[in-house]
């Protein structure tokens, strides 16, 4: 299956960045949102990103033209997907709301149509479900920022067929990633490993092992990770780790997914990270 015209549903930092790599790569796409404001800021953040990419020489200045000129937006979802080959869900990981999402996109997305989801915890087999096209529900876990991160997750439900994995999989390839199969299970491959390893740094701090940024040193020099659990904690937002966490723990009933009370704590306060300026560290 050849996939040529695409949406993006949801116009947040991973929707727009997925948004870019169709675009950049040669695919038509139209962004989708509930507010024009957003849809505003996020084309803005995509000309600026492919400024920094031409800035690089990572990209030619006729490709940010022509890439911005394959991007379009609207506030109309049913519109916005009545051509796709296939459309990307990226809105917040809320299950009501994937959930609403996914009804209007079986409404009136066409038949043959392929719906993925972005999610990073709620299960493919689930969303599949809400549709008549379980067979062409598939996950695309793209990782942030979309534009540098090369991984791709692309997660089979129970009822995904070979050939809509294969779509996707081809098409994550000509986007310049690398598709890894994984199949429907809590987590995935990426946060199944990955939340266990902040939840303990978490439980280091909370417990006075160290200090945050000798633990985040303990394993950038000890065992060479780019970024420290902590930091990459508050990148990710402690909101998203300690929602993915309590999927984990209900989900699989294990205690070692149990989220570190400390972590419960700064998600109260209003600690997100990054985006709220301050988390595990503090930030301008």
Not at 22 to 38: K, N
Not at 147 to 162: F, H
Request: aromatic residues 4%; glycine residues 8%.
């Amino acid at each position: 299956m050849s996939i040529q015209q695409t949406a993006v549903v949801g116009a947040g930092t991973m929707g727009n960045g997925i948004a870019h790599v169709l675009a950049l790569h040669g695919v038509s796409v139209t962004l989708i949102d509930v507010d024009a404001d957003r849809l505003d800021a996020a084309t803005d953040t995509i000309a600026q990103n492919l400024d920094r990419q031409v800035e690089k020489d990572r990209i030619a200045p006729d490709d940010k033209t022509a890439t911005l000129d394959r991007v379009g937006t609207t506030t109309d979802q049913a519109t916005g997907v009545a051509d796709v080959d296939l459309v990307v869900e990226a809105v917040p990981e809320e299950q009501a709301l994937k959930a609403e999402v996914f009804d209007a996109l079986d409404a009136h997305a066409p038949a043959d149509a392929i719906l993925a989801s972005n999610t990073s915890s709620i299960s493919i087999t689930w969303i599949a479900a809400r549709t008549e096209r379980p067979e062409r529900v598939i996950g695309m876990h793209f990782f942030n920022p979309v534009p540098v991160m090369s991984l791709v997750e692309v997660v089979r439900g129970q009822r995904t067929t070979d050939a809509t994995f294969e779509a996707v999989a081809g098409l994550s390839e000509e986007l310049d990633k690398t598709p890894v199969e994984v199949e429907d299970y809590p987590g995935f491959v990426s946060n199944r490993v990955l939340m266990p390893m902040i939840n303990e740094a978490i439980f280091c701090v909370m417990e006075g092992v160290a200090a945050p940024e000798d633990i985040d040193t303990v394993m950038t020099l000890g065992m060479n990770h780019p970024m420290g659990p902590l930091t990459l904690a508050d990148f990710i937002g402690l909101d998203v780790c300690l929602h993915i966490l309590t999927v984990l723990h209900e989900d699989l009933g294990e205690d070692k997914y149990r989220p570190c009370p400390l972590l419960r704590r700064k998600v109260t306060a209003g600690e997100l990270g990054r985006k709220t300026g301050e988390g595990f560290f503090t930030y301008d």
